[in-house]
């Protein structure tokens, strides 16, 4: 599997050239006039399992860019799984439009026969726009759908199971970088304090964490004050404020040259997908600044690890016990970097590739 970086679409896009160069199984372009659906499934890897990810509803300024995001976000999902242990494969869809304004039950049934007519090999979820009820939409056309209510024998949100995830990846760093995974004292700055943002901020609040958030969501933002003690800054302020660990749980990309250089702080550890703005370059740029780096694939696994949990019969004790282990995979991917002397987000490429290589010795795609 090519492992390179995706390539910017432009207005006279290759579609071939981009999936030939991450190596993608199929693409989708979905298209309701009825409904409004305008939607791209994207299907990376189905070695270890069907695909299973997420459904993002985004206003995207182009179609190009809703392209680009599914196909970084469906990699992404393949090497979670694969690092994770999980039976399954990568692959995400994205809806563009605003979820506030264009979503619709018309629209989700549609989408959810998209899905069925692909007969099992893509498992869709919630994620950024959409939440458990329109999984129940969906849930109405195709089985092939995960992240259910509670009362319809399913997960819930995941949020509060990724969120433990990140924490999890937080500690091992700690005590990787300190000594020790407490993280009483410790100066947390999170970027982001949604679904997910918000739980971790409970999370490493119990801990006594000094704690430091950003958002566009003035409501979050007081919230965070009032409950946790939080103070809060401007969005870019974020970057430079002095902190031990430096949480990005908002949208990707967000590790480039200049926010890598205004970085204030030991440790990255966060929610966020795809925080590499391009993977090779920013990933050697952490390391040679120093900063001790968690693969966003390997610590924000929770929320799938969660919904796998639901796909084989969900349990909620063994989906927190599993999302546990990432602590010690986080530990091991630290001690595989160093050993090779690469970055973090290669070393943990490089382990969920050898996973995928080893299963299709076994067996082929889904």
Known sequence: MNTSTISSPDTHLDLFADISNTNHEQIVFCNDNASGLKAIIAIHNTILGPGLGGTRMWNYATEADALKDVLRLSRGMTYKAAISGLNLGGAK???????????????????????????????????????????????????????????????????????????????ASA?????????????????????????????????GAQITVSDINKESLDYAVKNYGATVVDGRDIYSVGADIFAPCALGA??????????????????????????????????QKGLLYAPDFLI???????????????????????????????????????????????????????????????????
């Open 175 to 207: 005590k990787k970088a300190y000594g020790s995974d407490s993280l009483a004292g410790k100066k947390i700055s999170i970027q982001g304090i949604g679904k997910v943002g918000m739980h971790l901020v409970e999370l490493v609040h119990k801990e």
């Open 254 to 287: 967000i590790l480039n040259t200049e926010n890598i250089n205004s970085l204030n702080c030991s440790i990255i550890a966060g929610a966020a997908n795809n925080q590499l703005a391009e993977e090779e370059e920013h990933g050697m740029l952490v390391k």
């Open 93 to 171: 869809a994205v809806i563009i439009g605003d979820a506030n304004k264009h979503k619709s039950e018309a629209l989700m049934r549609k989408f959810g026969r998209f899905i069925e007519n692909l007969n099992g090999k893509y498992i869709t979820a919630e994620d950024v726009g959409t939440t458990t009820k329109d999984m129940e939409y969906v849930n109405m056309e195709t089985e092939s759908v995960v992240g259910l209510p509670e009362s319809m024998g399913g997960g819930g949100d995941p949020s509060p199971v990724t969120a433990y995830g990140v924490y999890m990846g937080m500690k």
């Open 300 to 366: 924000n696994a929770g929320g799938l690890i969660n919904v796998y949990s639901e796909h084989i019969g969900y349990n909620r004790e063994n989906a927190m016990r599993d999302t546990e282990k990432i602590f010690d995979t986080t530990l091991n991917i630290y001690k595989l970097a160093e050993a090779q002397n690469i970055h973090t987000q290669k070393a943990a490429t490089l382990l969920a590739q050898k996973r995928i290589d080893d299963i299709l010795s076994v067996q082929s795609t889904y």
